[in-house]
């Protein structure tokens, strides 16, 4: 079996299934992963200790030459007790990643049900029905699109230039600054301004930065209910809340002051998510607002946008993080950014910023080595659907109401798509290198497939493209090593990787770097 095929097995002790790129199953040890890596306690144990990337990575990098890598899991087995039997299931990657993604029979898994704030109450993160997603997304979509962008840009410009003023403060008494602290709070207050026009200030302000470790609370549970959707029942993190509302720092107490003052307010007297979606939704001014739609979707903007290690934040601190690490990229990277604009305040978006290919290649590559959701998006058959049209995969019918998704993390460090995956090459990226041409761009899923990718790629590249270019311009900047936590995990080939834990999106801490202005 080539690395572009996959086997159907059945783990011990449960009743779940793992489609693994592996070799014959006769061939895996007994503490291989059919037997240990997704047993429900195993697995249970990762997830609350935000290790999911590990026990994904684990048959990887323990039986390399058995496993190129965790592409896809199955579980959750489906009514059908019969189909543990067929072991030995072979699945091509790319006919079958399409099929899974890209198909208008597949929704959603049913496990992303458990964020529900209230019954019927569905946001753009888990309606499963796609004519619903669809309306969603496309009120969600118009809010962080290109044109939405460019009149929002001003906003997020002032923001970036706090971002850079603190750094300026931090250099003038030498102190060493947390870049992933830093991504956050610059996030959530361009999230705050974009939702309903609200200024946090995490930037300069400690009032609010509680919400940043509500958030990633949140993500937390929200993470463990969906990898094992009867806790969710429990409702431990009412027992969180609740703590939190007692110390007067409640996350969903604080979004509430958020609406309410945006309502307060002409509809559209903001250049605002609440704008975009005043006239679509029925919007509640009382105390009913816990239970209304505008409710449902601003926990879904604010808490999966941005905060806890989004896209964004998590791939601009993996990029510092990249470049510290590699003085070769870091110096080509710079040439570009200041041979391109002749001052910081005139890096804005435009054909310049456009033209610094390098800055998109090294963005990409981070994104691609440390993607900010590095487990699995579930998918299943659509309900619509039924019994009589079957889900074919590659072939084989895939019984209804199984849970079926690519690993992103593991896709993205697969050998046969990416060469040399462990080290950082923003080359690959580019056109004009023959020895990168085995890349396969289209494994890359940093912001998902299909109809149900990210809709705030557009956001999340201005964004990272302001802040680096800005800084770059500048600054001048290296790792503290002492004070950066070890980043390698399992192997020497991850000891220069940007650790993430995996909390749905991912939480991650550091680099911790120095900053020195550069003459101007």
């Not at 898994?109 to 569905?122: E, I, M, N």
């Not at 040439?335 to 002749?342: G, N, P, V």
């Not at 990787?497 to 550091?510: A, K, M, W």
Request: charged letters at 20%.
């Amino acid at each position: 079996m080539n690395n572009n095929e996959c086997s159907v097995y059945s783990s011990a002790f449960t009743d779940r299934f793992s489609i693994l790129s592996t070799g014959s199953l006769d061939q895996l040890p007994r503490d291989s992963p059919t037997s240990t890596a997704y047993s429900s306690l195993h697995r249970l144990y990762c997830i609350a200790e935000r290790d999911k990337i590990i026990l994904n990575m684990v048959s990887y990098l323990r039986y390399r030459t058995l496993v190129a890598g965790l592409l896809f899991t199955i579980i959750n087995r489906a009514s059908n007790p019969t189909w543990s039997e067929q072991a030995g299931i072979q699945l091509s990657l790319g006919p079958a990643r399409e099929a899974i993604y890209q198909n208008d029979g597949v929704t959603k898994s049913r496990a992303y049900l458990v964020s529900q704030r209230a019954p019927d109450k569905y946001s753009l993160w888990n309606a499963l029905d796609q004519n619903l997603h669809r309306s969603k997304r496309k009120i969600v979509g118009q809010v962080v699109s290109d044109r939405s962008m460019r009149a929002f840009e001003p906003t997020m410009i002032e923001q970036v230039d706090i971002f850079i003023h603190q750094i300026l403060l931090a250099s003038q008494v030498d102190t060493p600054v947390n870049i992933a602290e830093r991504c956050k709070w610059l996030g959530m207050d361009i999230v705050g301004h974009l939702s309903f026009a609200f200024p946090l200030n995490l930037q300069t302000d400690p009032l609010y930065r509680f919400i940043i470790k509500s958030a990633a609370t949140a993500n937390y549970f929200l993470n463990i209910n969906m990898q094992m959707p009867p806790l969710a029942l429990l409702r431990a993190e009412l027992f969180i809340y609740l703590r939190a509302v007692m110390r007067g720092k409640s996350y969903l107490r604080t979004i509430q002051k958020m609406i309410k003052t945006r309502l307060a307010k002409d509809k559209h007297a903001e250049h605002d998510f609440y704008s975009f979606v005043a006239d679509e939704m029925v919007i509640s001014k009382d105390d009913s607002i816990w239970n209304s739609e505008i409710w449902s979707e601003a926990i879904f903007f604010l808490t999966a946008a941005l905060v806890g290690g989004d896209t964004t934040s998590t791939g601009i601190s993996a990029l510092f993080f990249y470049l510290a690490r590699n003085p070769r990229c870091y110096r080509i990277l710079a040439d570009e950014i200041r041979a391109a604009f002749d001052s910081g305040a005139s890096i804005r978006n435009g054909p310049r910023l456009a033209s610094c290919s390098y800055l998109r290649a090294c963005f990409d590559e981070a994104l691609r080595m440390s993607p900010p959701i590095t487990g699995t998006l579930w998918r299943q058959q659509a309900a619509h659907r039924g019994d009589s049209e079957p889900l074919v995969i590659d072939g084989h019918i895939i019984p209804h109401g199984t849970q079926i998704g690519v690993n992103i993390y593991s896709l993205h460090h697969n050998e046969e798509y990416f060469p040399r995956p462990f080290e950082y090459i923003p080359e690959r990226w580019l056109p004009g290198h023959p020895e990168y041409e085995t890349t396969n761009r289209n494994a890359f899923a940093a912001f998902s497939v299909g109809p149900r990718g990210c809709a705030g790629k557009p956001m999340a590249y201005l964004e990272a493209s302001l802040v680096i270019a800005k800084t770059l311009w500048y600054f001048d900047f290296e790792e503290i090593v002492d004070n950066t936590k070890e980043t390698g995990w399992l192997s020497d080939d991850q000891a220069n990787e940007y650790q993430l834990n995996d909390i749905v999106v991912s939480t991650h801490d550091g680099p911790w770097l120095k900053f020195s202005p550069r003459p101007t």
